[in-house]
């Protein structure tokens, strides 16, 4: 697998500079998934651009009548002047497009010259299960000294020892090497089913680190309905997809 087999087509030329970037490649619970798309309808972002690739599954997600590729990027400036930018993915990338996944966006936010990259995920804890009433725990991890030292003066708990894989990891890497600001938020998750709460959580920690004020008290009453609709959703996606090799997720982290 190659970077070049995989491409990101800007639909309009926009002045993203500064902007944060939300990455959302489902994990577990679908907490990435779920948090892209409420931001882009809670933030009123409109789609920009698409990732393309030979390898991504054959479909096309409509929505309200509108055709759309299964990752899109959407984009828009909020009232106190933060820019934000979500790629949001309806399918789990195969293992072997993840470093290549990870490579387009770490130079497509590079080019843009974007400030920081945000990937939120889903994890299940050990030992511990989480009710229905019970709020999900979440925790950041950041790629640069300076990050790190945001994320303690926002009283963001730290993630301090475990494994992140996929996308989330292979960009937090790639953020250490390159010095440029990537934070991993991770969300108590349930693991066998779309879990919007954890969603929440992580939109919550997103807000903090962007000073944007999002209202995700709708998520919250409406968290049935939606894990409900993504479960429908991912049943009808799944024979589509079922021939990826997709590998079982680690059972301890995201």
Known sequence: MQDKDIEIVDFEDINLEGATVIAGFPSIGLVSTIAANYLIDALNLKQVGAVNSPHFPALSVVHTGEPLSPVRIYAGE????????????EFKPKPQLINSISSIIMKWVTEKKCKMLISP??????????????LAGAYAIGSTVDVRRHLAMKNISQFKNGIIAGVSGVLLNKGKHSDFDVISILTEAHPN???AKAAAAAINIIALITDIKINVAPLYEE???????LQKFHKQAKPMVSTTGQVPQPNMYG
């Open 78 to 89: 909020q009232n106190n002047g933060e820019k934000i930018v979500v790629f949001v993915s």
């Open 121 to 134: 995920e889903g994890m299940v804890v050990e030992g511990k299960d989480i009710s229905n009433d019970e």
């Open 223 to 229: 968290s049935e309905r939606i894990e409900k609709q």
């Open 193 to 195: 089913y779309p879990d």
